[in-house]
């Protein structure tokens, strides 16, 4: 429920006041009534705000979403007048649960995301609460500065956020935590007073209150802040009383003086709601060099760190662990395996990435040498893969980023959980201690996952647990012999994620009863009237308490019969050895599928806006239900009746999907590998068959059995395109926009002409052939695309034979893939037609034949969706040489099998740029079209870095999507091919080039056509 759909608050009260209770009715009343902001109260929206990156789920009473710093003081206001909890909340990728709770979610990050100023001689920014660190960073970039706290979700987690959990990031030795790099903030209360924190000694009013307040509990307690304070860097539970007298090892301020706005830092909005933040800023690295230590054992990892920490004179920027299960994890996922493996010598147990960091390349090379000199010195001689160029650091730091997530996706029950992740030892402890915790797992019949940071003593270790059963009672025992280990090596026991609801009972155990009282005075002192995150770091729950937990006691998945085969998901695992059983063995009521939707961990890896493709439909609306982890939680969520007893039939399910596009960017983007497109096929699969189908679905999923008798009657139906009345007429019957213009068709189409190429027993018996498999769209609306690729192949020496049907089949032999079928949750449809197009083609992959296709959604069904469709071994054979165009041709260039083609190629005349269709993307294929375009001479191809272009099949018609489809495109597609008016564009995509054609008046070509336009004609 938002605004637009219940305009008055009289209706807003009414219906939320039936469907939750009164106070719900009458908060959401006066939000709609004073605010202009978002008001989310149905049970899905509150469902998708009730998990954060932990395994915590909390329903708050409704979901806010303010449009400026005003709304959210009115917020505060409204809450306490009707006495009701705030929970602030920025990306929501919180590993402690700080972000879920029971009263109203503000959601700070869609709107509330300014930067205010940037002074460049002091070095300084002021930044709203829900700006995201990347998106500061990018503005910063040019400066030459940059915020310096770069956290592993650097890509999706706010300011706000940070600020509240003290985050941390990979190069804190070098820079610290965010406490020592905040210079002030501006704060409100609950009762309504808002506060300058800056330095102590130039505050005034309600902010020196305060601060007397808090130095007087400081002074009191000096004894026991000696004794019981954490002696470590990273340290972030509590609060930070300690600032009037230091316990940190890197002091809180330069000067040594006292800033208040440090008081709030890892406060975990308990105390104040924060309006703006003051950041130092930092000179941007010149330059970097990486070595990258392979190491044989994983003891001798962590023994290494210590020393390694004295090199670099100063330049020495962090020192990260990757340990053998994110090796392995990284290596079984096609976006990080070929990154992973140039940091690889041999199969080590561990590795550490160690950075340096100046003014230049050279001056850093000494350090990189003194690191090779150290491992010779500890027997480890050539163990260091050194990296001095800035793309590979690059790409090998993006693993490193996605490395908590990585970890994620190990298949089954059992997941790696959060809950002592990151304790900190002092490091010449850290080999004993991870030696200590490793055999405290495996006595509860466990193993740990281990990478982070080695540098300052902080290791993100998560034990596998299966929360569904015995997983809640491990965490205590486990938790209560790792808080030993802690005690015993002198460190603190939350390092870096916060407390939560994960680690609030540790509190106590930390600082000893003294303290924490005087943490409950601060607490009272500031929120008297406890509004604001309740039951976070005083009065928390216990960390197992199962009721407040995503997989809970009645936790339940309800059995449905799916269309699609999830068997892979459905398994189990052993903690012990990862292992998992075979496929179908998991017990899942949902045949897998609930299994595989739980594989997002809500980490917020689908909130980034600069490379992949994920998620396009989010970087238009920034709406949680449009994003990846939205709609996968409103998965779960109707898949184990949290939204009723509807399952995937429950309307909530298809809003969530309906701007789902189907690119697949998840499918490769996200590290645990949720594939979203896959998803909406099932759902839209249920939905529908509850439902039923509209004539629009009828007639998009029908096209390519109906188009051989459409074709016929061309001129009619380009009609349409003709008259504005008509299309009008056309759209109030199909939902298809009539401001789109629709594909034309043929009349003299390539299916139409006497089949060229040669036979199918000449091509079994050919020493060099080739099967060209010519889809609906380039056969019957851009025929010159499927004749280009014929040509060139047979330029190229090869004998082509044309994908057919049986000679006396009607359609004229044409084959079909299913895709039309499956986008409109037609299952069993797709299933014939993918079943007849691979008994056509099973002969050639038989004998090993390439099967070439032109269109990549066509012909990637063979090598995703057709293989669980339940056609057996026979597709699984199709799909391992079913290849597209250019894909053929860059593996074939790479065996040396095109000179004659080469050489028959004249040289580029115009600039050339690229762009990906998403399923290419999505399968990792963009690298072949670049490397089939240079075979043109002269050619520079450049690849636009652009997400789905917005087209999507038929999703860019809709006339409900249209302005969707444009904004997608207009969000780096369509301004880069403006940008160069004279380039020849190439799009493989038959919607990619439609899109192109609407929005930027260009015409955009097949790669195939771009090389036949090429060749040179004797």
């Known amino acids: 429920m938002n605004n637009a759909i219940l305009s008055t608050p009289e209706q807003t009260y009414e219906h939320i006041a039936h469907a939750s209770n009164e106070v719900a009715g009458r908060l959401a009343a006066r939000l709609v009534e004073e605010t202009q902001g978002e008001v989310l109260f149905t049970p899905a929206d509150k469902g998708r705000y009730a998990t954060d990156a932990s395994i915590y789920q909390v329903i708050p009473l409704g ?3 303010p449009r400026n710093i005003e709304e959210v003081e009115l917020a505060m206001d409204i809450c306490r007048d009707l006495g009701v909890p705030i929970v602030p909340r920025g990306g929501g990728t919180s590993q402690c649960g700080q972000t879920t709770g029971a009263g109203l979610v503000v959601d700070h990050s869609k709107y509330v995301r300014n930067v205010l100023q940037i002074d460049t001689e002091k070095r300084t920014a002021v930044v709203e609460p829900g700006l995201v660190l990347d998106h500061l960073n990018a503005q910063l970039k040019s400066k030459g ?52 924190l800056g330095r102590f000694d130039q505050s005034t009013g309600r902010a020196k209150e305060v601060g007397e307040f808090v130095q007087q509990l400081a002074m009191q307690l000096q004894p026991e802040i000696d004794t019981h304070w954490p002696k470590v860097l990273r340290r972030v539970a509590g609060y930070n009383l300690d600032i009037f007298c230091n316990q940190n090892e890197r002091p809180y301020t330069t000067d040594g003086s006292v800033n208040l706005a440090h008081l709030l830092v890892g406060s975990e909005g308990t105390l104040a709601m924060t309006q703006s933040l003051t950041l130092q800023l930092a000179e941007l690295p010149r330059a970097k060099v990486l070595g990258v230590v392979n190491f044989p054992t994983f003891y001798q990892a962590m023994d290494a760190a210590q020393h390694i920490v004295k090199l670099g004179s100063g330049t020495l920027t962090a020192v990260e662990l990757v340990d053998r299960t994110m090796i392995d994890l990284s290596l079984q996922n096609p976006a990080f395996a070929p990154t992973i493996r140039t940091a690889l010598t041999g199969e080590p147990e561990a590795i550490l990435w ?30 260091v893969v050194e990296m001095i160029d800035d793309a590979p650091q690059k790409n090998l730091w993006e693993v490193r980023k996605a490395g908590l997530n990585i970890m994620m996706s190990l298949k089954g029950d059992g997941k790696p959980v959060s809950f002592i992740e990151d304790c900190a030892v002092p490091l010449v402890h850290l080999a004993e201690y991870t030696n200590a915790l490793t055999e405290v797992f495996k006595r509860h019949g466990t193993k740990g996952t281990w990478y982070a940071h080695a540098s300052v003593g902080t290791l993100h270790v998560r034990p596998i647990l299966d929360m569904r059963r015995d997983g809640a009672k491990k965490m205590r025992q486990i938790g209560e012999e790792a808080s030993e280990l802690v005690r015993k090596f002198k460190g603190a026991y939350s390092g870096e994620h916060g407390d939560g609801l994960c680690r609030g009972e540790w509190i106590e155990w930390q600082f000893g009863s003294r303290i924490n009282d005087a943490f409950k005075q601060i607490k009272q002192h500031l929120d008297p009237l406890n509004l604001l995150s309740p039951q976070r770091i005083i009065d928390p729950p216990k960390m197992d308490d199962t009721r407040l937990m995503r997989y809970g006691n009645d936790y339940q998945v309800i059995p449905i019969k799916t269309a699609l085969d999830w068997s892979a998901w459905n398994v189990h695992n052993d903690p012990a050895t990862e292992n998992t059983t075979a496929p179908g063995t998991g017990e899942d009521p949902s045949h897998g599928l609930a299994k595989a939707v739980e594989m997002c961990n809500n980490n917020g890896t689908c909130r980034k806006f600069d490379a992949g493709t994920m998620c396009p439909s989010y970087r238009v609306t920034r709406d949680e239900k449009h994003l990846t982890r939205g709609r996968a939680n409103t998965l779960r969520l109707a898949l184990s009746g949290q939204l009723g007893a509807q399952g995937l039939a429950n309307p909530d399910v298809m809003e969530a999907l309906d701007l789902c596009v189907g690119c697949k960017g998840c499918k490769r983007d996200c590290p645990t590998g949720v594939d979203m497109a896959r998803m909406k096929i099932e759902a839209t699969h249920h939905f529908k068959a509850h439902y039923g189908f509209t004539l629009k679905d009828k007639l998009i999923a029908y096209l390519p059995r109906y188009a051989p008798w459409a074709a016929k009657f061309a001129w009619v139906l380009n009609l349409r395109n003709q008259f504005s009345w008509l299309a009008k007429i056309a759209e109030s019957m199909t939902g298809l926009s009539a401001q789109r213009s629709w594909p034309t068709w043929q009349s003299d189409h390539f299916f139409s002409k006497q089949q060229p190429g040669v036979s199918k027993q000449e091509v079994l018996q050919s020493t060099k052939p080739v099967v060209l498999f010519v889809d609906t769209f380039n056969g019957f609306f851009e ?54 197009l691979v008994n056509a083609l099973l002969p050639f992959a038989q004998k090993g034949i390439a099967i070439v296709g032109l269109e990549p959604s066509c012909l990637l069904t063979l090598r995703d969706e057709a293989l669980v469709l339940g056609l057996g071994e026979s597709a699984e054979l199709v799909s391992a040489h079913a290849v597209l165009f250019e894909e053929f041709l860059a593996s074939e260039h790479k065996a040396g099998k095109l000179d004659v083609l080469k050489q028959n190629l004249k040289p580029a005349e115009k600039d050339i740029l690229l762009h990906g269709h998403c399923h290419q993307k999505a399968f990792g294929l963009m690298p072949s079209v670049l490397d089939v375009v240079k075979l043109i001479p002269k050619s520079n191809p450049q690849l636009i870095e652009s997400s789905c272009c917005g087209m999507a099949g038929s999703f860019g018609y809709e006339a409900s999507h249209l302005d969707v489809s444009m904004q997608m495109a207009e969000l780096s597609l369509l301004p880069a091919i403006r940008h160069q008016p004279d380039a020849i564009v190439v799009a493989d995509g038959t919607s990619c080039r439609h899109q192109i054609a609407d929005g930027a008046a260009r015409k955009a070509i097949h790669v195939a056509q771009l090389l036949s336009d090429h060749l040179l004609r004797h």
């Open 145 to 196: 500065l940059w915020f310096a706290v770069d956290v592993s979700t650097s890509a999706q987690a706010t300011l706000g956020g940070m600020a509240g959990n003290n985050s941390c990031g990979s190069r804190s030795i070098a820079y610290g935590n965010m406490v020592h790099n905040i210079l002030g903030a501006t704060a409100r209360t609950s009762d309504g007073t808002v506060m300058q």
């Open 354 to 383: 160690v950075e340096f960091a100046g003014a230049d390349k050279e001056s850093l090379k000494p350090h990189m040498r003194q690191l090779v000199e150290l491992m010779g010195d500890l027997g480890l001689p050539n163990s």
């Open 783 to 836: 025929s010159s695309n499927a004749t280009a690729a014929l040509g060139v192949l047979q330029a190229a020496g090869y004998s082509v034979h044309i994908a057919s049907k049986d000679a006396h089949s009607e359609n004229q032999g044409h084959l079909c893939c299913g895709r039309t079928f499956l986008a409109n949750g037609m299952v069993e449809q797709a299933r014939e037609q993918a079943q007849e």
């Open 63 to 65: 979901v806010f979403v």
